[in-house]
Each structure stands twice: as structure tokens, then as C-alpha cells.
């Protein structure tokens, strides 16, 4: 299974501290109750390596399909005004990642990144109406070969302390490639031009770099 980069230090601390638990339980408590205290450490310790999962997707996409950038749950398929950089009416997906859910951050449509944006805030419940705005997160836009802009939000949970954006502007966007990680619980909203067909509901879930979501048009 391959490992994502984010999570190599991580893996190696609770290794170490967990490795650490585990020897000074053994000096101090019998064989047998030591065993029955230490198995629920490893675990949580194989629980963080599935936590860090990178599978290797492979996009076949066109020019004008958007795809889902992770694994999760769409939570919310509607119309909305975008204030930050659209600014005016757009349709908007959110996909809800739970902490079971792959976290891998992959670019939705194909084209040259024109801006990115950091967002301090609070860490509200990421399925909470107003955590797209109120939530640390990151905006990412993509102007699309067609010349659609496609603004994307990595939203920060109660959970997730932690966002990883790697895209800059003038950077080029490859549908499926990798732009981001969100640690733990968290969500992706992306926002798309009115007339866009959307391919999900509310309810669905989604398979990051792989599954079609919507058409531009």
C-alpha cells in the first residue's frame, strides 16, 4: 500500500511512542494483561496508516468533465453566490470526507491555476452550512481550457487542524492530479458556472480522480 507523503513523520512518532508504551508496559505489568493493554495502541497505529493511504488513481477525463477531487459523501448540490473571487451566482458541490475516507486532494478540471488563497478560522463541524466561510481553508480557482473559472475550497473540520496545499498560481492543473491533503474529518466544495450539468446528488458518494461529477458547457 503506498503512503502519503504527510503522513511519513506522523507514522514515525506515534511509532515511537507507541513502541515506547509498549516496552515500559511489559517492565512493569505481567505477560499477559501487558498484551491486552498494548494490542489497542497498534490498532490505532494501523488505523493511522490506513489514514494515509495514496492510491494510485488514473483519470481519463475530456475537457470539459469535472471530477470528483476525493472520496466522500456530496452533502450539498445547490445554487449559491460566491463572494471571494467568482462573485456572483454559481452551482455549488460539497463533499463531506470522513476520517475513513481517502484524503488525498486531487484538481477537478484540467487548466492554469490563476489564484490561491489561505484562510485562517474556526474549526466548526465541516458539514455545518457555515463552514465554507467561517472554517479555515484555501481557495483554489482553475481557468478551464474553454475559459471557465472553477473555484474549489478545502474546508478544515472539528477534527482537521490541519491543511496541506501545495498549488500556486500559474501552476498548471491536470484533472486527477494532486493538489492538496486535508488531515482527518473535513470537506471539499467546489463551485461551477451556472448551466454546468451536475452528475450527483445529495447522498452520493464519490471516488476521488476517477468519477465524472458534471460537464461544463
Known sequence: MRLHREGKIILIVFFLLFLGIGLSIFTFIPNYYA???????????????????????????????????????????EEVDEPEYLKGRCLQVSIFMSPLNVHVNRYPV???????????????????????????????????????????????????????????????????????????????DIFLPLGTEILVKVGDKTRGGVQKIAELK
Open 110 to 188: 484540467s487548466g492554469k491555476v490563476v489564484y490561491t488563497k489561505y484562510h485562517p478560522g474556526k474549526f466548526l463541524v465541516a458539514f455545518h452550512p457555515k463552514s465554507s466561510t467561517l472554517n479555515e481553508r484555501t481557495t483554489v480557482v482553475v481557468e478551464t481550457e474553454n475559459g471557465k473559472d472553477v473555484l474549489f475550497r478545502q474546508i478544515a473540520g472539528a477534527v482537521a487542524r490541519r491543511i496541506v496545499l501545495y498549488a500556486k498560481e500559474q501552476d498548471t492543473a491536470v484533472a486527477g492530479a494532486e493538489y492538496g491533503f486535508i488531515k482527518f474529518g473535513s470537506r471539499l
Open 35 to 77: 498484551l491486552i493493554l498494548i494490542v489497542p495502541f497498534w490498532i490505532l497505529y494501523g488505523f493511522i496508516i490506513w489514514f494515509f493511504r495514496n492510491p494510485i488513481r488514473n483519470t481519463t477525463s475530456q475537457a470539459l468533465d469535472v471530477i470528483a477531487p476525493v472520496d466522500g459523501k456530496v452533502v450539498i448540490v
